[in-house]
């Protein structure tokens, strides 16, 4: 579930030198455990708005950001299991799934990557499902720059639990998804032409 909202997650770690703005999408896939076998499931996020201003040092930072998924845009190739998730979820009373990050500095954030030998950075997030935040983090890795844009991944894990949630079953029982869910989402940022 994104949550990825990868979760979503750094952002901009815009090469863009300079203050503008840049548009955001994100893929993102969920891997689940079960008592019967493990299963995976796919939502794209709501594109998005990154703006990426110079503070009082003259860096240039990204004040905050957000980024949704539609709970009834989940789909694991099973449709009891997503009637089942949506359930959890109470997408109806709560049809989005919400990840937020503020003050990001892309360049911290890029330094960071260059200085793990793995070529990983973290960033943290407030992850929002139904009425339940939490704090969380995520490692991103895979940054590609070109001119005019940047993708990265993004991986964290979360607790349905923590979250409040009870693990969809099946059987009476028998058959439980598990308590931990894995989120890696594939991001794109691009520039946004100036007018």
Known sequence: MKMRIAAFLLL???SSASAGNLKG??????LGTSTLHDFSGTVRCQPFPVSLVGDA??????????IAVLVEEMDTQNKSRDKQMREMFQS???PRIQAVLSNLD???????????PNGKGTVEL???IRDVERRIQAVISN??????WVSFD????LSLKEYGLKPPTVFFGAIRVGDKVMANAAFRLEAVPSK
């Open 12 to 14: 901009a770690l815009a």
């Open 25 to 30: 999408n994100c893929d993102i896939r969920i």
């Open 57 to 66: 040092d003259g860096r240039m930072v990204i004040p905050g950001v957000e």
């Open 92 to 94: 109806e009373r709560f």
């Open 106 to 116: 892309p360049a911290k954030i890029r330094q960071e990557m260059r200085n793990d």
């Open 126 to 128: 407030t992850l929002k």
């Open 143 to 148: 940054l590609r720059e070109n001119p005019g």
């Open 154 to 157: 993004a991986e964290f894990p």
